[in-house]
Protein backbone atom coordinates (compact mmCIF):
# COMPACT_ATOMS: atom_id res chain seq x y z
CA UNK A 1 0.00 0.00 0.00
CA UNK A 2 1.47 3.80 -0.92
CA UNK A 3 0.29 7.24 0.63
CA UNK A 4 -3.24 7.88 0.82
CA UNK A 5 -4.63 11.91 1.03
CA UNK A 6 -6.81 11.21 4.62
CA UNK A 7 -9.39 13.68 5.54
CA UNK A 8 -9.71 14.87 9.06
CA UNK A 9 -13.47 16.17 9.80
CA UNK A 10 -13.72 18.85 12.91
CA UNK A 11 -16.30 17.29 14.46
CA UNK A 12 -18.96 20.04 14.79
CA UNK A 13 -19.11 21.36 18.44
CA UNK A 14 -22.60 21.91 20.90
CA UNK A 15 -22.53 25.78 20.41
CA UNK A 16 -22.60 25.93 16.76
CA UNK A 17 -24.62 29.32 16.29
CA UNK A 18 -24.75 32.30 13.85
CA UNK A 19 -23.38 35.09 15.30
CA UNK A 20 -21.81 37.13 12.05
CA UNK A 21 -18.30 37.19 13.76
CA UNK A 22 -16.56 37.16 10.27
CA UNK A 23 -16.06 40.40 9.21
CA UNK A 24 -15.36 39.38 4.91
CA UNK A 25 -17.39 36.12 4.85
CA UNK A 26 -20.69 36.91 3.30
CA UNK A 27 -22.41 33.82 4.53
CA UNK A 28 -21.28 34.87 7.64
CA UNK A 29 -22.48 38.05 7.63
CA UNK A 30 -25.64 37.47 6.03
CA UNK A 31 -26.99 35.30 8.96
CA UNK A 32 -25.93 36.86 11.97
CA UNK A 33 -28.88 36.28 14.25
CA UNK A 34 -30.38 33.45 12.77
CA UNK A 35 -30.96 30.50 14.67
CA UNK A 36 -28.89 27.50 13.96
CA UNK A 37 -29.23 23.45 14.97
CA UNK A 38 -26.12 22.63 16.32
CA UNK A 39 -27.32 18.81 16.26
CA UNK A 40 -28.24 19.23 12.34
CA UNK A 41 -25.37 20.41 12.14
CA UNK A 42 -22.89 17.86 13.52
CA UNK A 43 -24.99 15.05 12.28
CA UNK A 44 -24.51 16.49 8.29
CA UNK A 45 -20.67 16.77 9.12
CA UNK A 46 -20.72 12.76 10.35
CA UNK A 47 -22.76 12.02 7.68
CA UNK A 48 -20.62 14.10 4.66
CA UNK A 49 -17.51 12.27 6.42
CA UNK A 50 -19.06 8.55 6.98
CA UNK A 51 -20.00 8.74 3.39
CA UNK A 52 -16.48 9.17 2.14
CA UNK A 53 -15.35 6.32 4.67
CA UNK A 54 -17.82 4.33 3.30
CA UNK A 55 -16.72 4.90 -0.36
CA UNK A 56 -12.98 3.37 0.84
CA UNK A 57 -11.27 7.15 1.77
CA UNK A 58 -9.35 6.94 5.65
CA UNK A 59 -11.50 9.35 7.36
CA UNK A 60 -10.81 10.70 10.56
CA UNK A 61 -12.37 13.24 13.38
CA UNK A 62 -10.36 16.25 15.05
CA UNK A 63 -12.42 17.02 18.37
CA UNK A 64 -14.21 20.26 18.96
CA UNK A 65 -12.65 22.70 21.05
CA UNK A 66 -13.91 23.45 24.65
CA UNK A 67 -16.78 26.66 24.40
CA UNK A 68 -16.81 28.84 26.10
CA UNK A 69 -14.10 29.50 26.79
CA UNK A 70 -14.02 30.85 30.22
CA UNK A 71 -10.39 31.68 30.59
CA UNK A 72 -9.99 34.21 27.65
CA UNK A 73 -12.82 35.51 29.66
CA UNK A 74 -10.56 35.42 33.04
CA UNK A 75 -7.48 36.95 31.25
CA UNK A 76 -9.70 40.18 30.49
CA UNK A 77 -10.79 40.18 34.05
CA UNK A 78 -13.90 38.70 34.98
CA UNK A 79 -13.52 36.49 37.84
CA UNK A 80 -15.49 34.35 39.82
CA UNK A 81 -17.22 30.81 39.21
CA UNK A 82 -17.33 29.92 35.37
CA UNK A 83 -21.35 30.64 35.63
CA UNK A 84 -20.62 34.29 37.36
CA UNK A 85 -17.67 35.19 34.15
CA UNK A 86 -20.10 33.99 32.28
CA UNK A 87 -23.27 35.93 33.67
CA UNK A 88 -20.87 39.25 34.06
CA UNK A 89 -19.58 38.98 30.75
CA UNK A 90 -22.99 38.77 28.84
CA UNK A 91 -23.81 41.54 30.99
CA UNK A 92 -20.89 43.85 29.91
CA UNK A 93 -20.65 42.83 26.28
CA UNK A 94 -22.40 40.26 24.30
CA UNK A 95 -20.47 39.76 21.39
CA UNK A 96 -17.24 39.23 23.11
CA UNK A 97 -19.36 36.24 24.90
CA UNK A 98 -20.31 35.21 21.33
CA UNK A 99 -16.59 35.05 20.72
CA UNK A 100 -15.59 32.87 22.84
CA UNK A 101 -18.32 30.51 22.55
CA UNK A 102 -18.01 29.89 18.26
CA UNK A 103 -17.63 26.73 17.23
CA UNK A 104 -15.50 27.91 14.91
CA UNK A 105 -13.08 25.10 15.42
CA UNK A 106 -15.42 23.06 13.15
CA UNK A 107 -13.64 24.20 9.97
CA UNK A 108 -10.41 21.93 10.06
CA UNK A 109 -8.98 23.13 6.80
CA UNK A 110 -8.14 26.36 9.15
CA UNK A 111 -6.98 23.69 11.82
CA UNK A 112 -3.13 23.64 10.08
CA UNK A 113 -0.92 23.64 7.36
CA UNK A 114 0.26 19.98 7.18
CA UNK A 115 3.90 19.02 4.49
CA UNK A 116 3.68 15.05 4.05
CA UNK A 117 6.73 13.03 4.72
CA UNK A 118 7.79 12.88 1.50
CA UNK A 119 8.57 16.70 1.25
CA UNK A 120 10.24 17.31 4.01
CA UNK A 121 13.68 17.30 4.98
CA UNK A 122 13.59 14.69 7.97
CA UNK A 123 11.17 12.38 6.97
CA UNK A 124 8.58 13.27 9.32
CA UNK A 125 4.97 14.72 8.48
CA UNK A 126 4.90 18.19 9.75
CA UNK A 127 1.86 20.05 10.77
CA UNK A 128 1.52 24.01 12.00
CA UNK A 129 -1.17 24.41 13.56
CA UNK A 130 -3.14 28.11 12.18
CA UNK A 131 -3.15 31.20 14.76
CA UNK A 132 -6.02 32.72 13.22
CA UNK A 133 -4.64 35.70 14.21
CA UNK A 134 -6.83 37.75 12.29
CA UNK A 135 -10.26 37.28 13.55
CA UNK A 136 -10.70 37.44 17.73
CA UNK A 137 -13.21 33.92 17.79
CA UNK A 138 -10.58 32.26 15.87
CA UNK A 139 -7.77 33.60 17.34
CA UNK A 140 -8.37 30.92 20.52
CA UNK A 141 -8.06 28.05 18.51
CA UNK A 142 -4.03 27.96 18.26
CA UNK A 143 -3.17 26.44 21.50
CA UNK A 144 -5.88 23.85 21.49
CA UNK A 145 -5.61 22.67 17.87
CA UNK A 146 -1.67 22.27 18.80
CA UNK A 147 -3.30 19.88 21.73
CA UNK A 148 -5.56 18.32 19.64
CA UNK A 149 -3.29 17.32 17.16
CA UNK A 150 -0.73 15.90 19.31
CA UNK A 151 -4.04 13.56 20.64
CA UNK A 152 -4.69 12.54 17.11
CA UNK A 153 -1.25 12.05 15.77
CA UNK A 154 1.06 11.10 18.55
CA UNK A 155 4.40 9.69 18.01
CA UNK A 156 7.50 10.39 16.36
CA UNK A 157 6.69 10.47 12.83
CA UNK A 158 4.50 13.33 13.10
CA UNK A 159 6.03 16.93 14.30
CA UNK A 160 3.46 18.99 15.77
CA UNK A 161 4.90 22.66 15.95
CA UNK A 162 3.42 25.69 17.71
CA UNK A 163 1.19 28.09 16.02
CA UNK A 164 3.40 30.98 14.61
CA UNK A 165 3.85 34.16 16.98
CA UNK A 166 0.21 35.57 17.20
CA UNK A 167 0.82 38.99 15.33
CA UNK A 168 -0.70 40.67 12.22
CA UNK A 169 2.80 39.83 10.11
CA UNK A 170 2.06 36.22 10.95
CA UNK A 171 -1.72 36.07 10.18
CA UNK A 172 -1.79 32.16 9.30
CA UNK A 173 -5.31 30.68 8.20
CA UNK A 174 -3.86 26.97 8.11
CA UNK A 175 -4.36 24.39 5.11
CA UNK A 176 -7.62 26.58 3.54
CA UNK A 177 -4.46 28.34 1.68
CA UNK A 178 -2.19 25.75 0.85
CA UNK A 179 -2.63 23.24 -2.01
CA UNK A 180 -0.03 20.26 -2.48
CA UNK A 181 0.06 18.95 -5.97
CA UNK A 182 1.99 15.77 -7.11
CA UNK A 183 1.89 12.19 -9.16
CA UNK A 184 1.48 10.65 -6.41
CA UNK A 185 0.46 10.92 -2.35
CA UNK A 186 3.75 9.12 -1.37
CA UNK A 187 6.13 11.12 -4.03
CA UNK A 188 7.60 14.87 -3.52
CA UNK A 189 4.82 17.50 -4.88
CA UNK A 190 4.72 21.25 -5.20
CA UNK A 191 3.36 22.94 -1.96
CA UNK A 192 1.60 25.87 -3.11
CA UNK A 193 1.41 28.70 -0.54
CA UNK A 194 -1.86 31.28 -1.54
CA UNK A 195 -1.40 34.69 0.51
CA UNK A 196 -3.38 38.01 0.52
CA UNK A 197 -1.32 40.21 1.37
CA UNK A 198 2.73 41.60 2.53
CA UNK A 199 3.06 42.59 6.02
CA UNK A 200 4.74 46.16 5.43
CA UNK A 201 1.83 47.11 2.37
CA UNK A 202 -0.97 49.41 3.41
CA UNK A 203 -4.05 46.91 2.99
CA UNK A 204 -6.20 48.98 0.75
CA UNK A 205 -8.84 45.76 0.32
CA UNK A 206 -12.52 46.34 1.27
CA UNK A 207 -12.16 42.95 3.54
CA UNK A 208 -9.28 41.82 5.83
CA UNK A 209 -6.38 39.83 3.66
CA UNK A 210 -6.07 36.84 6.38
CA UNK A 211 -2.88 35.47 5.55
CA UNK A 212 0.73 36.83 4.95
CA UNK A 213 3.63 36.10 2.68
CA UNK A 214 5.86 36.20 5.96
CA UNK A 215 3.65 33.26 7.66
CA UNK A 216 3.84 30.77 4.48
CA UNK A 217 7.35 31.23 3.89
CA UNK A 218 8.05 30.53 7.97
CA UNK A 219 5.81 27.62 7.62
CA UNK A 220 7.77 26.16 4.57
CA UNK A 221 11.20 26.79 6.50
CA UNK A 222 9.65 25.24 9.79
CA UNK A 223 8.84 22.41 7.93
CA UNK A 224 11.96 21.95 5.86
CA UNK A 225 10.58 21.95 2.41
CA UNK A 226 12.74 21.86 -0.82
CA UNK A 227 12.21 26.13 -1.54
CA UNK A 228 12.60 24.53 -5.51
CA UNK A 229 9.25 22.83 -4.64
CA UNK A 230 7.53 25.32 -3.30
CA UNK A 231 5.55 28.20 -5.09
CA UNK A 232 4.38 31.29 -3.02
CA UNK A 233 1.14 32.84 -4.83
CA UNK A 234 -1.03 36.18 -4.15
CA UNK A 235 -4.45 35.84 -4.34
CA UNK A 236 -6.34 38.56 -6.20
CA UNK A 237 -7.44 41.21 -4.22
CA UNK A 238 -10.26 41.34 -6.68
CA UNK A 239 -11.29 37.62 -5.33
CA UNK A 240 -10.69 39.23 -1.51
CA UNK A 241 -13.17 41.92 -2.06
CA UNK A 242 -15.74 39.79 -3.34
CA UNK A 243 -15.57 37.69 -0.80
CA UNK A 244 -12.94 34.66 -0.99
CA UNK A 245 -11.48 35.14 2.44
CA UNK A 246 -9.85 31.81 2.19
CA UNK A 247 -8.44 30.84 -1.62
CA UNK A 248 -9.73 27.58 -0.79
CA UNK A 249 -13.22 30.01 -1.70
CA UNK A 250 -11.93 30.13 -5.28
CA UNK A 251 -9.64 26.69 -5.70
CA UNK A 252 -9.22 23.60 -4.90
CA UNK A 253 -6.36 20.88 -6.11
CA UNK A 254 -5.28 17.16 -5.51
CA UNK A 255 -2.75 15.21 -7.25
CA UNK A 256 -1.72 16.67 -10.85
CA UNK A 257 -5.02 18.94 -10.67
CA UNK A 258 -5.49 22.36 -10.02
CA UNK A 259 -9.51 23.83 -10.05
CA UNK A 260 -9.50 27.38 -9.55
CA UNK A 261 -11.79 30.52 -10.96
CA UNK A 262 -10.11 32.75 -13.39
CA UNK A 263 -10.16 35.45 -10.90
CA UNK A 264 -8.29 33.80 -7.81
CA UNK A 265 -4.75 34.82 -8.14
CA UNK A 266 -3.61 38.12 -8.38
CA UNK A 267 -1.19 37.45 -11.49
CA UNK A 268 -2.57 34.42 -13.01
CA UNK A 269 0.08 33.66 -16.04
CA UNK A 270 2.68 33.89 -13.60
CA UNK A 271 1.42 31.96 -10.94
CA UNK A 272 0.43 29.36 -13.17
CA UNK A 273 4.29 29.51 -14.68
CA UNK A 274 5.68 29.33 -11.22
CA UNK A 275 3.98 26.20 -10.47
CA UNK A 276 5.01 24.48 -13.63
CA UNK A 277 8.79 25.50 -13.05
CA UNK A 278 7.99 24.23 -9.77
CA UNK A 279 6.70 20.81 -10.72
CA UNK A 280 9.66 20.13 -13.63
CA UNK A 281 10.55 16.82 -13.56
CA UNK A 282 7.97 15.56 -11.29
CA UNK A 283 4.78 15.65 -13.71
CA UNK A 284 2.88 18.22 -15.63
CA UNK A 285 0.67 20.13 -14.18
CA UNK A 286 -3.52 19.91 -14.93
CA UNK A 287 -4.75 23.36 -14.91
CA UNK A 288 -8.74 23.34 -15.40
CA UNK A 289 -9.80 27.26 -14.81
CA UNK A 290 -13.41 28.41 -14.92
CA UNK A 291 -14.07 31.45 -16.92
CA UNK A 292 -16.03 34.73 -15.40
CA UNK A 293 -18.58 33.98 -18.51
CA UNK A 294 -19.40 30.42 -17.01
CA UNK A 295 -19.15 30.72 -13.63
CA UNK A 296 -19.24 34.21 -11.95
CA UNK A 297 -17.32 34.91 -9.26
CA UNK A 298 -20.57 35.92 -7.41
CA UNK A 299 -21.94 32.89 -8.20
CA UNK A 300 -18.57 31.05 -7.04
CA UNK A 301 -18.74 32.58 -3.50
CA UNK A 302 -22.45 32.07 -2.72
CA UNK A 303 -22.20 28.66 -4.20
CA UNK A 304 -18.85 27.47 -2.80
CA UNK A 305 -18.04 25.42 -6.01
CA UNK A 306 -14.24 25.64 -5.49
CA UNK A 307 -14.73 24.70 -1.45
CA UNK A 308 -15.41 21.14 -3.15
CA UNK A 309 -13.21 18.11 -1.54
CA UNK A 310 -11.68 17.47 -5.06
CA UNK A 311 -10.86 13.30 -4.63
CA UNK A 312 -9.46 10.45 -5.95
CA UNK A 313 -12.39 7.77 -4.96
CA UNK A 314 -11.37 4.39 -5.34
CA UNK A 315 -12.41 2.42 -8.84
CA UNK A 316 -12.87 5.71 -10.46
CA UNK A 317 -10.35 6.77 -13.07
CA UNK A 318 -10.71 10.26 -12.93
CA UNK A 319 -11.42 12.68 -9.70
CA UNK A 320 -14.51 13.21 -7.97
CA UNK A 321 -15.96 16.90 -7.02
CA UNK A 322 -17.56 16.59 -3.57
CA UNK A 323 -19.46 19.46 -4.11
CA UNK A 324 -22.28 21.68 -1.70
CA UNK A 325 -25.56 21.02 -2.57
CA UNK A 326 -26.20 24.85 -3.40
CA UNK A 327 -24.01 24.09 -6.52
CA UNK A 328 -27.03 21.82 -8.02
CA UNK A 329 -29.49 24.74 -6.78
CA UNK A 330 -27.58 27.22 -8.93
CA UNK A 331 -28.02 27.19 -12.45
CA UNK A 332 -24.64 28.55 -13.46
CA UNK A 333 -22.67 25.62 -11.74
CA UNK A 334 -24.75 23.16 -11.61
CA UNK A 335 -24.49 23.91 -15.76
CA UNK A 336 -20.90 24.20 -15.22
CA UNK A 337 -20.54 21.10 -13.17
CA UNK A 338 -22.96 19.43 -15.88
CA UNK A 339 -20.00 20.79 -18.77
CA UNK A 340 -17.71 19.39 -16.28
CA UNK A 341 -17.93 15.89 -16.30
CA UNK A 342 -19.66 15.43 -19.98
CA UNK A 343 -15.84 16.28 -20.56
CA UNK A 344 -12.57 14.92 -20.84
CA UNK A 345 -11.03 16.55 -18.11
CA UNK A 346 -9.52 15.00 -15.22
CA UNK A 347 -12.82 15.92 -13.38
CA UNK A 348 -15.61 12.79 -13.83
CA UNK A 349 -18.29 12.97 -11.48
CA UNK A 350 -19.75 15.34 -9.16
CA UNK A 351 -21.42 14.59 -5.66
CA UNK A 352 -23.79 16.92 -3.80
CA UNK A 353 -23.71 17.17 -0.26
CA UNK A 354 -26.21 18.81 2.62
CA UNK A 355 -23.68 21.08 4.88
CA UNK A 356 -26.09 24.04 4.94
CA UNK A 357 -25.58 24.40 8.90
CA UNK A 358 -21.68 24.93 7.97
CA UNK A 359 -22.47 26.46 4.50
CA UNK A 360 -24.43 28.94 6.63
CA UNK A 361 -21.22 30.35 8.31
CA UNK A 362 -19.06 30.09 4.96
CA UNK A 363 -18.04 26.33 5.59
CA UNK A 364 -18.50 23.95 2.69
CA UNK A 365 -17.35 20.48 2.52
CA UNK A 366 -13.76 21.66 1.72
CA UNK A 367 -13.63 23.48 4.86
CA UNK A 368 -14.62 21.18 7.23
CA UNK A 369 -11.82 18.90 6.36
CA UNK A 370 -8.06 18.63 6.39
CA UNK A 371 -5.81 16.59 4.37
CA UNK A 372 -3.12 14.60 5.38
CA UNK A 373 -1.13 12.56 3.62
CA UNK A 374 -0.23 9.02 5.49
CA UNK A 375 2.22 6.57 4.94
CA UNK A 376 0.99 3.08 5.98
CA UNK A 377 3.43 3.61 9.07
CA UNK A 378 2.23 6.83 9.58
CA UNK A 379 -1.41 5.82 9.42
CA UNK A 380 -0.66 2.67 12.16
CA UNK A 381 0.31 5.58 14.42
CA UNK A 382 -2.79 7.70 14.07
CA UNK A 383 -4.97 7.16 16.96
CA UNK A 384 -7.08 4.53 15.74
CA UNK A 385 -10.59 6.04 18.23
CA UNK A 386 -10.31 9.11 15.82
CA UNK A 387 -11.30 7.00 12.58
CA UNK A 388 -14.23 6.80 11.06
CA UNK A 389 -16.08 3.39 10.62
CA UNK A 390 -19.31 2.12 10.89
CA UNK A 391 -19.69 1.39 14.94
CA UNK A 392 -17.82 5.11 15.61
CA UNK A 393 -20.45 6.81 13.37
CA UNK A 394 -22.96 5.43 15.47
CA UNK A 395 -21.77 6.08 18.49
CA UNK A 396 -20.92 9.53 17.92
CA UNK A 397 -24.22 10.29 16.45
CA UNK A 398 -26.17 8.75 19.56
CA UNK A 399 -23.59 10.82 21.75
CA UNK A 400 -24.65 14.14 19.72
CA UNK A 401 -28.39 13.17 19.78
CA UNK A 402 -27.71 13.01 23.33
CA UNK A 403 -26.27 16.22 23.99
CA UNK A 404 -26.98 18.64 21.16
CA UNK A 405 -29.73 21.40 21.09
CA UNK A 406 -31.78 21.29 17.90
CA UNK A 407 -32.26 25.10 18.28
CA UNK A 408 -29.80 27.63 19.27
CA UNK A 409 -29.93 31.30 19.01
CA UNK A 410 -26.78 33.99 19.60
CA UNK A 411 -29.05 35.50 22.25
CA UNK A 412 -29.14 32.02 23.77
CA UNK A 413 -25.28 31.91 24.79
CA UNK A 414 -26.25 33.86 27.87
CA UNK A 415 -27.89 31.24 29.08
CA UNK A 416 -25.70 29.76 31.96
CA UNK A 417 -27.04 26.13 31.37
CA UNK A 418 -25.31 25.68 28.07
CA UNK A 419 -21.90 25.94 29.72
CA UNK A 420 -22.90 22.63 31.64
CA UNK A 421 -24.67 21.07 28.70
CA UNK A 422 -21.60 21.63 26.59
CA UNK A 423 -19.11 20.87 29.05
CA UNK A 424 -21.16 17.11 29.72
CA UNK A 425 -20.63 16.58 26.06
CA UNK A 426 -17.23 16.81 25.67
CA UNK A 427 -15.93 15.25 28.62
CA UNK A 428 -18.06 12.22 27.53
CA UNK A 429 -16.79 12.81 23.67
CA UNK A 430 -13.08 12.56 25.40
CA UNK A 431 -13.99 8.78 26.33
CA UNK A 432 -15.55 8.31 22.33
CA UNK A 433 -11.90 9.28 21.06
CA UNK A 434 -9.75 8.21 23.39
CA UNK A 435 -8.26 11.72 24.20
CA UNK A 436 -7.52 11.16 27.72
CA UNK A 437 -9.56 12.69 30.67
CA UNK A 438 -7.84 15.73 30.93
CA UNK A 439 -7.78 16.72 27.19
CA UNK A 440 -9.78 19.97 28.04
CA UNK A 441 -9.07 22.74 30.44
CA UNK A 442 -12.31 22.50 32.40
CA UNK A 443 -11.47 18.84 33.20
CA UNK A 444 -8.25 19.44 34.20
O1 LIG B 1 -13.26 31.70 9.37
N1 LIG B 1 -16.70 31.22 9.66
C1 LIG B 1 -15.41 30.73 9.26
C2 LIG B 1 -15.54 29.90 8.00
C3 LIG B 1 -14.26 29.18 7.69
C4 LIG B 1 -14.26 28.56 6.34
N2 LIG B 1 -13.07 27.85 6.11
C5 LIG B 1 -12.46 27.73 4.92
N3 LIG B 1 -12.73 28.49 3.92
N4 LIG B 1 -11.51 26.86 4.84
C6 LIG B 1 -14.43 31.87 9.06
O2 LIG B 1 -14.84 32.92 8.55
C7 LIG B 1 -18.29 32.31 11.15
C8 LIG B 1 -18.63 32.29 12.62
C9 LIG B 1 -19.78 33.19 12.97
O3 LIG B 1 -19.99 34.18 12.28
O4 LIG B 1 -20.47 32.89 13.96
C10 LIG B 1 -16.91 31.75 10.86
O5 LIG B 1 -16.03 31.82 11.69
Redesign the pocket.
Given at each position: MSAIEANFDGLIGPTH??????FG?VA?DKN?GAVSSPLGAVLEGLGKAKALADAGLVQGILPPQARPDTEYLRRLGFSGSDTSVLETAWRADPVLVRNVY?A?PM?A??AAMVSPSADTQDRRLHMTPANLAT?L??SIEGKSTQNALNAVFPGQAFKVHAPLPLQSTFADEGA?NHVRLCAEHGEPGVEIFVYGRESGETWQGRYPARQTRESCEAIARAHGLDMKRCVFIRQAQAAIDAGA??N??VCVGTLKTLFFHTLAFEDKAEALEQIRQAAAGLFDPIFVEVAEADVPIRDAISSYLF?SQLLAMPGDDRLMLNAPIECEETDSTRNYCDMLTAGNGPIGRVNFVDVRQSMR???GP??LRLRVVLTPAELASVNPACLMNDARYETLCDWARAHYRDALHPDDLGDPALIEESRTALDALTGLLDLGSDFYPFQR
Open positions: NYAGLSNSRSSWANTHRAFHDVNNGGAC
